[in-house]
């Protein structure tokens, strides 16, 4: 995801709906299910070395999108070792660097998952984290499988290695449509910042839009009246759009970089220009409504100048919307876990606000099709205080102190996956929830 920018917004000022408000949600204390979280605690610690191992491996190797080769390698190969019935898939649905791993205990119940994400960035290695998400993701599937031997508990875990997570290609999204979340009930991960601890992450939607000008060339001295320019139509779409921002909402960003603006000659009638634009915003029905106006602006560019005009418009993520059952019961396990390492501000287990971020991810496309979470976790800032996507967080990711902050995460998320498997009547609420939200049928 990119850079940190947490908002808190009233909860109540966002949701009314019945089964999304605070009262709905059933707590820990209502619950007469065995506690099982001092057990998964226990597990996670005992697997605190292997999983450092690991950690500091891929953050040392960092690996761009789809390219994540030694990642895939490292992380399959530590999930065949493992004592528990895992069920590896090298290469998974098509994609060389997606794997999936699942645990079946032989009988019919629920099916939670965890996203483990490995890829890093151009110049900057790890500097958004994904080797802390792919272990705390890790730690809350190995301890959740090991729950379920040895209480006897019906359903599965998955594991789905999402490749791709930087960019606009999404592994996750990827994956969906190739049938990987099929089957699941939930889909739980994790994502590192400096700043919030928080379940109740809401993060943007975002579109790419890829646009060329075709003119006509001339020579501007000698006959330029012959001449259709292209350039011309790319900066009247600029001014347009620029005052189109004038009445966009304040969660609306379009950003604009002109990636051909003719040639480096000055003496003639450009035949050609070209833009990329990219647009945000706090739904992706709210994307949708922006994609229109911006490109009635490059329309208006061509037709203003007599250019023809070619607009590919790119999908890229959806808003993530968290699960507040799910996300409830992160926040309760989360708070009962003691922290050697405190950072940010602690999250409270009554906490029903969501935690607006710029930021983009294809969780968020997940969180459409079936109940999630994606959390957000502070670790110790590095000397700079830089947040996620800056040097001085790639060091901070790498160190022991993170990396214990991640295991909490992985604690808290088997707590979840848990309660899913355990109590009585909250995956339908969950469900139920999710139904609501997104208005789909039973």
């Not at 490292?74 to 090298?90: C, D, G, H, I, N």
């Not at 790319?234 to 379009?254: E, G, H, K, W």
């Not at 607006?356 to 670790?379: E, M, R």
């Amino acid at each position: 995801m990119a850079q940190d920018g947490f908002v808190l917004v009233s909860r109540e000022s966002q949701i009314s709906k019945k089964s999304h408000t605070a009262n709905a949600v059933p707590t820990r204390q209502h619950e007469a299910a065995h506690d099982y979280l001092a057990e998964i605690a226990s597990f996670v610690d005992s697997q605190s070395e292997k999983l450092w191992s690991l950690n500091k491996f891929i953050h040392s190797n960092p690996e761009l999108a789809f390219q994540e080769f030694k990642a895939h390698e490292a992380l399959t190969k530590f999930m065949r070792s493992r004592p528990e019935r895992w069920q590896v898939t090298s290469s998974a649905c098509g994609i060389e660097t997606a794997w999936i791993a699942v645990y079946d205990s032989g009988r019919k119940g629920p099916a939670v998952s965890f996203n483990v994400e490995m890829d890093a960035l151009p110049n900057l290695g790890h500097a958004c984290g994904h080797n802390l998400i792919a272990c705390a993701s890790l730690a809350g599937a190995l301890a959740t499988a090991r729950i379920m031997e040895t209480h006897s508990l019906a359903g599965k875990v998955y594991i789905l290695g999402t490749p791709g997570e930087e960019g606009y290609h999404g592994g996750k999204i990827q994956l969906l449509n190739r049938g990987a979340y099929d089957k699941i009930d939930i889909s739980l991960i994790s994502h590192p910042s400096i700043l919030n601890n928080s379940p109740f992450v809401r993060t943007t939607a975002f579109c790419r839009l890829e646009v060329e000008f075709f003119g006509r060339a001339a020579h501007a001295a000698n006959a330029p009246w012959q001449g259709i320019n292209a350039l011309d139509a790319l900066v009247a779409s600029y001014n347009s759009i620029s005052m189109l921002r004038q009445q966009t909402q304040p969660s609306d960003v379009i950003g604009f970089a002109i990636t051909n603006g003719g040639g480096d000659a000055t003496n003639v009638i450009h035949a050609y220009s070209s833009a990329v634009c990219t647009i945000r915003s706090s739904t992706a029905s709210r994307v949708e409504t922006l994609v229109s106006k911006v490109s009635a602006c490059f329309d208006a560019g061509a037709q203003a100048t007599g250019a023809s005009v070619k607009i590919k418009v790119i999908k890229g993520y959806k808003d993530h919307v968290p699960n507040m059952h799910l996300a409830s019961s992160f926040a309760e396990h989360w708070s009962s876990l003691p922290d050697p390492y405190p950072v940010g501000p602690e999250l409270r287990s009554d906490e029903r606000a969501y935690t607006y971020v710029k930021a983009s991810t294809d969780q968020g496309d997940i969180s459409h099709a079936l109940p999630s979470v994606n959390v957000s976790f502070a670790i110790p800032a590095g000397p700079e205080r830089g947040g996620p996507h800056s040097a001085d967080f790639e060091m901070a990711a790498g160190t022991k102190w993170a990396f214990d902050r991640a295991l909490r995460v992985g604690k808290g998320m088997a707590g979840v996956a848990v309660d899913v498997l355990t109590r009585e009547g909250f995956l339908e609420m969950v469900k139920e929830e999710w139904r609501e939200r997104f208005g789909v049928e039973e």
